[in-house]
């Protein structure tokens, strides 16, 4: 059975940075499609980042490009979403999932559908 356990979030200052942590058990995160996704109040989930395929491709969202970095340790089995310049409309529950399946395209790992293992999530809460 996958258990994923998030960490890291908190209260932060607009313009500052958090980072989550996901840690995993009963998969290796190095063959398994890893994302990160967020759901802020009265909104529907949405992707924000995923990390896939031996090689470690990334892939963000276009909302989070350039201030969200997303990063595994295989040596930990632990997968990580560093967030800079973090704005009030990052306000969110942030979840970590997992897919055991393999797609080539990014696409697919954007799709919360894809995803079969889920933490109980970790909220962002970011003050202006």
């Known amino acids: 059975q996958v258990q994923l356990v998030e960490s890291g979030g908190g209260l932060v200052q607009a313009g500052g940075s958090l980072r989550l942590s996901c840690a995993a058990s009963g998969r290796t995160v190095s063959n398994t499609g890893m994302a990160w996704f967020r759901q802020a109040p009265g909104k529907e989930r949405e992707f924000v980042a995923a990390i896939y395929h031996s090689g470690g491709t990334t892939y963000h969202a276009d909302s989070v490009k350039g201030r969200f970095t997303i990063s595994r340790d295989n040596a930990k089995n632990t997968v990580s979403l560093q967030m800079n310049s973090l704005k009030p409309e990052d306000t969110a529950v942030y979840y970590c999932?997992?897919?055991?399946?393999?797609?080539?395209?990014?696409?697919?790992?954007?799709?919360?559908?894809?995803?079969?293992?889920w933490g109980q999530g970790t909220q962002v809460t970011v003050s202006s």
């Open positions: 999932a997992a897919s055991p399946r393999t797609y080539y395209s990014a696409y697919y790992y954007s799709r919360s559908d894809k995803y079969d293992y």
